[in-house]
């Protein structure tokens, strides 16, 4: 199994900007970004393939936020911009089960990073 561990969280202004990131330890294939607020369900955000030249959005975030992948130090970016009090969360890292950019989670996930957005 894929180990995960999540860093760049924090508070923001709305309006502000973000990065988030994510080591694995371990083969990761596709890798992807999930969330979740008090009350509603945990939620697709972003994924990126295995080489990283194929990714999906969210409608929610497409435009705003962009996921790139280092395959040389296994690393997965989220990064973040033109935040909205909407974007607060616990964002989650998730590594798929297969190759391609899925809004399906894989098996593997990381502790999570809060997210705050004010406005």
């Known amino acids: 199994q894929v180990q995960l561990v999540e860093s760049g969280g924090g508070l923001v202004q709305a309006g502000g900007s973000l990065r988030l990131s994510c080591a694995a330890s371990?083969?990761?294939?596709?890798l992807g970004w999930f969330r979740q607020s008090p009350g509603k369900e945990r939620e697709f955000v972003a994924a990126?393939?295995?080489?990283?030249?194929?990714?999906k959005y969210a409608d929610s975030v497409k435009g705003r936020f962009t996921i790139s992948r280092n395959n040389a130090d296994n690393t997965v970016d989220l990064q973040m911009t033109s935040l909205k009090p909407e974007d607060t969360a616990v964002y989650y890292c998730?590594?798929?089960?297969?190759?391609?950019?899925?809004?399906?989670?894989?098996?593997?996930w990381g502790q999570g990073t809060q997210v705050t957005v004010s406005s």
């Open positions: 998730n590594a798929g089960d297969g190759v391609v950019a899925t809004t399906t989670p894989g098996r593997s």
């Open positions: 371990g083969l990761a294939f596709s």
């Open positions: 990126v393939n295995w080489n990283g030249r194929s990714t």
